[in-house]
């Protein structure tokens, strides 16, 4: 079984940045694209972000593009999110998630992913 536990959310204003880590238990992360997701109130769960398992390759959604940054660092099990310039419709809970498949290189469906953190979040507001 694999636990995924993020943290770093918090009350920002519009403009500022933080940085959401995931970590994960288990021998295998490093075998495995991870993925950033988030769910705002009334919103279905979309794409943020993926990292390959090497990190060498990535893909974000259009929305946060040149904004945020994905990485990974494998000798900690840990991903990360980098998150600067939040704008108001940044807000809503960020969950990240392990692939489904091995050695997939990068994965951008919620259905490509079968483990998933509890989420934290990030509320941007003036």
């Known amino acids: 079984q694999v636990q995924l536990v993020e943290s770093g959310g918090g009350l920002v204003q519009p403009g500022d940045s933080l940085r959401l880590s995931c970590a994960a238990s288990?021998?295998?992360?490093?075998?495995?694209?991870m993925g950033w997701f988030r769910q705002a109130p009334g919103k279905e769960r979309e794409f943020v972000a993926t990292?390959?398992?090497?990190?060498?390759?990535?893909a974000y959604a259009d929305s946060v593009k040149g904004r945020f940054t994905i990485s990974r660092d494998n000798a900690k099990n840990t991903v990360y999110l980098q998150m600067n310039s939040l704008k108001p419709e940044d807000t809503a809970v960020y969950y990240c998630?392990?692939?489904?498949?091995?050695?997939?290189?990068?994965?951008?469906?919620?259905?490509?992913?079968?483990?998933w953190g509890q989420g934290t979040q990030v509320t941007v507001s003036s």
């Open positions: 288990g021998r295998t992360f490093s075998t495995y694209a």
């Open positions: 998630a392990r692939a489904r498949v091995p050695y997939v290189l990068i994965a951008t469906r919620t259905y490509e992913y079968d483990y």
């Open positions: 990292i390959s398992r090497s990190g060498g390759s990535t």
